[in-house]
């Protein structure tokens, strides 16, 4: 895996939690669905390619959602 392709997922990581952040901030709970499920579709991708989001500059672990670590 190139570091460049670990870079954009964790970019994606930070744009996905910001925006559910944001959802979560302006009280718009189908805005705050969707993002979360964005979010976890791009950590999944980042498991699956074996990406630390944990380095992420922008990344804010939150709460486990599911009975699985959020990041």
Do not use: C, K, Y
């Amino acid at each position: 895996m190139s570091e460049a392709f670990a870079a954009a997922i964790r970019r994606r990581v930070d744009e996905a939690a910001g925006a559910l952040r944001a959802a979560e901030q302006d009280g718009d709970p189908d805005a705050a669905l969707a993002a979360a499920g964005g979010l976890d579709e791009v950590l999944r991708m980042a498991r699956a390619h074996g990406v630390n989001t944990d380095e992420s500059p922008g990344a804010d672990p939150g709460p486990a959602r599911g009975g699985e670590e959020a990041r």
